[in-house]
């Protein structure tokens, strides 16, 4: 159960990291791992709206970064530009 959350953060936070990269913002540690977790679960709700489905493996990785990007996107939105 621990190993499991842990591995789910460091996970969030390298797709955070991904995500800001190719979105060109810059947060720290805390921000990368709460958008990476925030973005991977909106991508996945997104892949199966729209008939994806639950994806694996690369897929899977893919599809939490464009959710990612996503939700930085958001948050520019909503925060303007230091995100």
Avoid: E, N, Y
């Avoid at 591995?7 to 990476?36: D, E, N, Q, T």
């Avoid at 893919?62 to 996107?73: K, R």
């Amino acid at each position: 159960m621990i190993v499991g959350l842990i591995i789910k953060i460091l996970v969030g936070a390298l797709i955070g990291w991904l995500a800001s990269i190719f979105m060109k913002s810059s947060h720290g540690f805390w921000m990368c791992c709460l958008l990476g977790i925030i973005g991977s679960i909106l991508g996945d709700v997104l892949a199966k709206v729209i008939g994806i489905g639950s994806a694996t493996g690369v897929a899977s990785f893919v599809i939490s970064i464009l959710g990612t990007c996503l939700t930085i996107a958001i948050a520019r939105a909503i925060f303007g530009k230091k995100f």
